[in-house]
């Protein structure tokens, strides 16, 4: 992961970053079968803990707590991933990657109205 030089993010990026960071999260855990209460048990954290940083925010403010350091690495170690892996993918997502994408995944562009019928090569280029 590079860091970027220059001014600070936007408080719009790290919104979108935050946000995309909870959902990474919240997709391993759906991998993976847990609940944000199971996930809190792992991290011997309480259920409203957990509800408050995943699943939509304090009940008192409705604002969700920002996840700290220690949040991302004691998830991460339940998911046997390094923190960095987890923000990594948040990152890809808010820039527009896709980090899900296998590595050498090839993709042909069809620009004609008619079928295709058959599988066809791409004509080598210089």
């Known amino acids: 992961m590079t860091i970027p030089s220059g001014p600070a993010p936007s408080p719009d990026y790290l919104q979108r970053?935050?946000?995309?960071l909870v959902s990474e999260?919240?997709?391993?855990?759906g991998r993976r079968g847990l609940s944000s209460r199971a996930l809190g048990r792992?991290?011997?954290?309480s259920s409203q803990y957990m509800s408050d940083r995943?699943?939509?925010?304090?009940s008192t403010t409705g604002r969700r707590v920002t996840l700290t350091v220690?949040?991302?690495?004691?998830i991460a170690?339940?998911?046997?991933l390094h923190p960095a892996e987890l923000i990594e993918r948040a990152k890809s997502a808010v820039d527009g990657e896709d980090a899900a994408r296998?590595?050498?995944?090839?993709?042909?562009?069809?620009?004609?109205?008619a079928p295709i019928t058959q599988e066809q090569e791409a004509p080598e280029t210089p």
């Open 25 to 29: 999260i919240k997709a391993e855990m």
């Open 17 to 20: 970053f935050s946000d995309a």
């Open 42 to 45: 792992q991290v011997q954290r």
């Open 102 to 113: 296998p590595v050498g995944l090839e993709i042909a562009a069809h620009d004609s109205a």
């Open 77 to 80: 170690a339940v998911f046997g």
């Open 54 to 58: 995943l699943d939509g925010g304090n």
């Open 70 to 74: 220690k949040d991302l690495a004691a």
